[in-house]
């Protein structure tokens, strides 16, 4: 591209900021995560509408920080290659001054060999900020070129703090109609999900759809040169209906007639990288364990209401299962601690989450949406102390939409959290 060509289309983004940011914005915790001050490159990744880009702009913002602003997921910017990116910057020095030390670029990874150029701005003092929605593009390229010299912050759509900020509804103070309020609140979010601008569009069946062909069609098709499209999607379909279930190859291999057990890997793979489905392993010493048993959730349960062929009930147990793995995710990943699921035989109690530290089991935690009745209580503490005799874990958790209180069973204690409480991390201790 044209230098001019360039200028002119960093200019007119300069024009567009004042109008990236709404005024109602949450304040979300990831935004403590970006360090600005730091000479590593901060890295922000995340599935597509997220809110990466606002995170960014609001942490520089708050921070009264000058910066610069080139968004390269614009169809001006289509056919930059890495050898245009100088031009970039000459543009970026004519736009925002020489003087500008944090620079900020969104979706760089859509230009290939980007990495050469973001390292030669650090090496010279620059503090960069960059986003991307594609996990193992930004990852495997940033841990060969930049290494030691960048620090990922993994966003995902709203928690359920998030979302009651969002819609304005009172956390900390519990008369009887803001309970009410809360628990129709979580209802809603299960059904919602977190996408920051779902609730507020008309056509959220099509928001969902056009969002999930742009993540299969640019985030994996374009990227890994996928010509089977509607396989593709076929099968991240599937999934998406069948989220928190067990993957099983053999069956997809047969079901959709997409390729090789090496093809429909893949595919699961790019999903994976492109974070519209979470995935989750068996807890296991054994590699080939959790490689053979590994389920697949969603990225957010939005995409289980408001997508075209959904087939998936609004069963709110499986939504709630969902939701609190996302949530684990947000509060183990920065400590480094993993999150596994506990099934060690085909004839032992599965156990939804188990948190591991350092190849420690350090929490067990089961989670129902409903445990009014005896019988199903009895059964959920049952396979946390099962779970708990197997491993030695004391620390055992059932979320659940019930009153928080502690049950025993066979001598065991176990910890009834409410899961309004869990999610708000109301006394939660996680």
């Not at 990466?52 to 610069?68: D, E, F, G, Q, V």
């Not at 103070?173 to 059904?191: G, S």
Request: charged share 25%; net charge negative; glycine share 4%.
């Amino acid at each position: 591209m044209e230098s001019n060509e360039i200028y002119k289309v960093i200019l007119d983004q300069r024009e567009e900021l004042p109008f990236l940011v709404e005024d109602n914005y949450v304040m979300r915790p990831e935004s403590d995560l970006i360090s600005l001050d730091n000479k590593q490159a901060q890295v922000v990744i995340g599935v597509r509408r997220s809110g990466k880009s606002t995170l960014c702009h609001m942490a520089l913002l708050n921070a009264n920080i000058p910066y610069a602003y080139v968004n390269f997921d614009d169809d001006r910017l289509a056919s930059l290659t890495v050898e245009d990116l100088n031009r970039v910057l000459e543009g970026i020095y004519r736009v925002y001054g020489n003087d500008i030390k944090h620079i900020f670029f969104d979706e760089i990874q859509n230009v290939e060999g980007w990495h050469l150029f973001v390292n030669r701005l650090l090496r010279h003092g620059l503090r960069i900020i960059i986003t991307g929605s594609n996990a193992k593009l930004l990852s495997s390229e940033l841990s060969t070129h930049l290494t030691g010299r960048y620090n990922e912050i993994r966003l995902y759509p709203f928690s359920f703090r998030d979302y009651c900020a969002y819609k304005n509804v009172v956390t900390d103070t519990p008369t009887t109609k803001n309970i009410a309020t809360l628990k129709n609140a979580l209802d809603e979010y299960l059904i919602e999900g977190g996408f920051p601008e779902l609730s507020t569009v008309e056509d959220k069946h099509g928001y969902v759809g056009s969002l999930i062909d742009a993540i299969i069609t640019k985030d994996i098709m374009k990227r890994f040169r996928i010509r089977n499209g509607s396989g593709l999607k076929t099968l991240a379909n599937h999934l998406i209906n069948n989220a928190g279930q067990r993957v099983n190859m053999t069956e997809l291999v047969e079901t959709f007639k997409i390729g090789t057990d090496k093809t429909v890997r893949s595919y699961l793979d790019y999903l994976t990288q492109a974070f519209l489905m979470v995935p989750l392993t068996k807890f296991s010493y054994k590699s080939s364990e959790r490689l053979r048993n590994s389920k697949a959730y969603v990225v957010d349960t939005g995409m289980l209401t408001y997508r075209s062929d959904n087939l998936s009930s609004e069963n709110l147990g499986w939504r709630l299962e969902n939701a609190v793995l996302l949530e684990l995710l947000r509060r183990n990943a920065p400590a480094h601690r993993d999150v596994f699921y506990y099934r060690p035989t085909s004839r032992s109690r599965e156990v939804d989450f188990v948190i591991s530290e350092r190849g420690q089991v350090v929490e067990l935690i089961q989670v129902a949406y409903e445990v009014s009745s005896p019988k199903t209580l009895s059964r959920e503490l049952a396979s946390l102390v099962e779970a708990s005799n197997k491993t030695g874990c004391k620390r055992l958790t059932l979320v659940a939409c019930a009153d928080s209180r502690t049950e025993e069973l066979d001598g065991v204690k176990i910890n009834v959290v409410s899961a309004i409480d869990w999610l708000l991390d109301n006394d939660s201790d996680n």
